[in-house]
């Protein structure tokens, strides 16, 4: 291949830094830079405007770390947050919450979970920073000035001096005969290199100022700094109150939450309506439906009654629902027989204090008030007073075309 010699460029400075050949198209680069795979170089790259399918396997890349890195993050994000909420829920400060067991997985899989993405985001981002060795502010290429070609349409491939392998001239013949179109020796420059001061003052001020507010978090917690703490922004969060569970000297126990003292009522909640909540007038049982009277109501009355009253008194309140058939049967000794609705003493009772019994409860019969609304406790008591009637029925009763057969 008798191809024409490169123009070799020589860089004005000190030590040869590295050589950075250009090629005339992305075929030709991918072709050289397996040819230097196979030299054996290891600190050499291409840089091409664009990426060119194939060149990591011409260059011989091996597949990145970076996913076990992640990996690694992710368990350390998850053991971390177990790790942290063990020790905060169940050695720290024990709680019980809901009854769950002090180590309770499924309550820790919310921040177990983030702090597993935040791990693994964290290691990606530093990992990927890390493996490019970034960042990286100079380079010998820079020192081609052709090398400037390299975002638009350059080819080019640049071995590095650092190379244990590099050798100027044998690294320059390898380039030249696979083909580079024109060699750069880049050379370190004389000056020009160093740091700018004002970056070592910028970093330097940046760390103090980082430094601030975790000395400022410890000065507080130690205690050396009395109250009012810092507080920029005087939102409704600083309030003269006591939060749950705080200490509060004045009341025994030191407790600050007070259960509610006995007898008072929230606004509000005052039943003024005797007649309706209590069954009452004064010191007189009702006689008159405080609610109105329909024959929805009395269905009503019926499906709630078949619930709640008729597994003790019967579903015609006879007294002989299906606990008290077996209580009885059972011969159990604590058994009071719920009484049958229609005997003489219960009949005559006004409405008021059929609703007083549901609401209340009487002797042995538990009170429904927690269970049975209002309207409700009415519909059972007009469903109560249907099924009394329906079993002391008189001839008035009956209509009238029907009462000559009943005769
Ligand atoms: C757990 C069983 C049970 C249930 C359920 C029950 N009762 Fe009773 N009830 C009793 C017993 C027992 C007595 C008799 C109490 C006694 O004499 O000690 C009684 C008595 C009564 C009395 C007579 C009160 C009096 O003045 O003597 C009425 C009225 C009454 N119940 C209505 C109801 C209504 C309405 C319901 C449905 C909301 C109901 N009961 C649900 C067991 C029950």
Redesign the pocket.
């Known amino acids: 291949m008798a191809e024409k010699e490169p123009t070799i460029a020589d860089a004005p400075g000190g030590a040869v830094a590295a050589l950075v050949a250009q090629f005339a198209g992305p075929d030709e680069l991918v072709e050289a830079a397996s040819q230097v795979r196979d030299a054996g170089y290891r600190y050499w790259d291409t840089h091409t405007p664009y990426p060119i399918h194939g060149m990591d396997r011409a260059m011989g890349i091996r597949p990145t770390v970076l996913p076990w890195m992640v990996l690694a993050g992710g368990v350390a994000g998850a053991a971390a947050a177990l790790l942290m909420q063990w020790w905060m829920n169940a050695v720290d400060y024990p709680y019980i919450i809901s009854g769950k067991p002090l180590f309770s997985l499924p309550a820790f899989i919310p921040v177990t979970f983030e702090l597993i993405v935040l791990f693994s985001a964290l290691t990606a981002f530093v990992g990927v920073l890390a493996l490019n060795q970034l960042p990286q502010l100079w380079h010998p290429v820079f020192q081609s000035r052709r090398f400037a070609r390299a975002t638009s349409d350059g080819f080019f491939l640049s071995i590095e001096a650092r190379d244990p392998k590099f050798e100027e001239s044998r690294a320059a013949e390898l380039l030249q005969s696979a083909g580079a179109v024109a060699i750069d020796v880049c050379r370190m420059p004389a000056t020009g290199r160093e740091v700018p001061t004002g970056v070592y003052w910028g970093v330097a001020t940046l760390a103090i100022l980082a430094i601030l507010p975790p000395l400022g978090v410890a000065w507080y917690r130690s205690g050396a700094k009395k109250l009012p703490r810092i507080h920029p922004i005087l939102d409704m969060d600083a309030q003269p109150k006591y939060r749950a569970q705080a200490f509060n000297p004045l009341f025994p126990g030191g407790m600050a939450s007070r259960p509610a003292v006995p007898g008072t009522i929230a606004q509000g909640e005052m039943d003024e309506n005797t007649a309706l909540y209590l069954g009452k007038l004064g010191e007189q049982w009702v006689d008159e439906f405080p609610v109105p009277v329909s024959m929805e109501a009395v269905q009503r009355g019926r499906e709630?009654?078949n619930i709640?009253?008729?597994?003790?008194?019967g579903l015609t309140g006879e007294g002989d629902?299906m606990?008290?058939q077996r209580a009885t049967r059972r011969a159990e000794p604590n058994w009071?027989?719920?009484?049958s609705?229609h005997?003489e003493?219960?009949r005559v009772?006004p409405v008021g204090?059929?609703y007083n019994?549901?609401t209340n409860?009487?002797?042995?019969?538990?009170p429904?008030a927690s269970q049975?609304s209002v309207e409700d406790?009415w519909a059972?008591?007009l469903y109560?007073k249907a099924l009394q009637r329906s079993q002391h029925a008189t001839l008035d009763d009956v209509p009238e075309e029907m009462r000559e057969k009943l005769r």
């Open positions: 709630r009654f709640y009253c008729a597994p003790c008194h629902g606990v008290s009071v027989p719920p009484l609705l005997a003493p219960v009772q204090q059929l019994t549901v409860g009487i002797r042995t019969m538990p429904y049975i406790r059972i008591v109560v």
